[in-house]
């Protein structure tokens, strides 16, 4: 759960890191911003500020801002129905995103959050920067990390329904919660 205080400052933040990065948003897009803590209460170390620029029922994108060190939690997208699950490019707009897929463990610039290694079993680290694409395919477990100064990138997907994507950490929510201090 999210303090609002906290919520405010990190959509500030990310506001700034995403007009730095020389995209062009409105008011309405900052106003729908998803803080998301994934439940974890621990946005710093994880958590994503996720503005989706649009979402129909066969694709959608997104500009999603990670500070430096913040991790997106370990996912997949899964089928649904008869939808096989999303395929989703990465493109980098600026700063520097660690990837992690499953593969050879080469992890040397970013590290798993603290007490949760059991939820990060994709150890192959792609280090990605401004002009990077590179698409994950469905069901491929993938987690994200912010590098020095953090990043700035676009996702495109193809059927978006994040509601069902899983998780590694049976912890995680997917619908941040608020708190009025």
């Not at 958590?47 to 997104?62: D, N, S």
């Not at 040397?108 to 990077?132: A, F, L, Q, S, V």
């Amino acid at each position: 759960m999210l303090k609002q205080k906290e919520y405010k400052a990190a959509r500030e933040k990310a506001v700034k890191m995403i007009i730095n990065a020389g995209v062009v948003i409105c008011k309405k897009d900052i106003e729908t911003m998803d803080i998301a803590d994934f439940g974890l209460s621990n946005l710093s170390e994880e958590g994503a500020q996720i503005l989706t620029l649009f979402q129909t029922e066969k694709v959608a994108c997104r500009v999603i801002a990670l500070f430096e060190d913040q991790t997106e939690p370990e996912h997949w997208h899964q089928p649904v129905n008869d939808i096989p699950g999303k395929e989703e490019t990465l493109r980098i707009i600026s700063g520097e995103l660690r990837l992690y897929v499953d593969g050879e463990n080469n992890i040397k610039e970013g590290h798993i959050p603290d007490k949760k290694e059991k939820y990060y079993t994709c150890r192959h680290e792609i280090i990605m920067g401004p002009c990077d694409t590179l698409t994950i395919l469905p069901g491929e477990k993938h987690w994200f990390q912010g590098g020095k100064g953090g990043a700035v990138f676009f996702t495109m997907s193809t059927t978006p329904k994040d509601a069902y994507d899983p998780f590694s950490d049976p912890g995680v929510v997917r619908i941040t919660q608020i708190r009025t201090e």
